[in-house]
């Protein structure tokens, strides 16, 4: 069992340093370069929600996103905490099969995201403790 | 990011380097959106591109939507595995031409 823990302001800036510490860690994993793309992609979309979205509607300037990762033999869970406003991902509405085989110029581009983000990891988890929105992302090490 | 327009005949060609995400998606898009008003075939390489987020498909989106409405088209070159999987995930793959080169996207009808 191997943690490390990270904090990054929650701003646009953040994304690129965000994505480079967790695949720095799925690099000394192994992981292959899909597992990787999708587990950065997946923490980017939720990221970037926090920090347009989360936090402007808390009315706090500058907030915080806490980067968690954790790893043992079977996976690599990884946890974005923030204290912006309550937001479950799972709640939300995503693009559903009929929108993905409308013609682009009619498709509804909203939730696009939150739809990368629960399908690029092997388990995707939204938990609300006090204040705090954690994001869990877990990727299996052998899949 | 960085990317880099050029005009061939009708044609535009942008080339971009690095990561299309929130941050770097605005500036694509203001490096594209004004240059294509005129022109029917937009040629995206994506060789140097490491990264794309649903803010980089917005993109692609507009782009689309831009040349559709006077039948045109966005032909994508170098467009890796990984971005290939993400476009294919969200049903966004049908709608653009892929070519191995920038030679054969300027060719192809």
Redesign the interface.
């Known amino acids: 069992m191997d943690n490390a823990a990270k904090i990054f302001p929650a701003s ?2 953040s ?2 340093p965000i ?1 480079d510490y967790v695949s720095k860690r799925c690099e000394v994993l192994g992981f292959n ?2 597992k990787t ?2 587990l ?2 997946a923490i ?2 939720i990221a ?1 929600n926090i ?2 979205y989360g936090y402007p509607k808390a009315g706090i300037g500058l907030g915080i996103i806490e980067v968690h990762m954790a790893d043992d033999a079977r996976q690599l869970t990884v946890t974005l905490i923030d204290t912006a406003v309550a937001f479950d991902p799972l709640a939300h509405l995503v ?1 559903n099969q009929d929108d ?2 409308k ?3 009619d ?1 509804p ?1 909203g939730g ?2 939150i ?2 983000a629960r ?1 690029n990891v092997d388990e995707f988890r939204y938990e609300r403790r006090g204040d705090q929105n954690c994001n869990v992302f877990v990727v299996n090490v052998s899949s | 990011m960085k990317v880099t327009v050029k005009q061939v005949d009708t044609n535009i060609i942008a080339a971009v380097e690095g990561s299309i995400d929130s941050k770097t998606a605005p500036d694509l898009q203001q490096s594209i959106l004004p240059v294509i008003s005129n022109t029917h075939k937009v040629i995206l390489d994506l060789t140097e591109v490491t990264f794309v987020s649903s803010a980089g498909l917005r993109v692609l989106l507009m782009v689309y939507r831009q040349l559709k409405a006077r039948d045109g088209k966005v032909v994508l070159v170098g467009v890796s595995e990984e971005i290939r999987d993400v476009m294919f995930m969200t049903g966004f793959i049908a709608f653009f031409d892929i070519c191995p080169s920038v030679e054969e996207a300027l060719s192809s009808k």
């Open positions: 646009l800036d994304l690129e994505r370069k899909k793309y999708g950065c992609l980017d979309e970037t920090i347009n693009p993905m085989n013609p682009l110029e498709r581009i696009l995201g739809l990368l399908q």
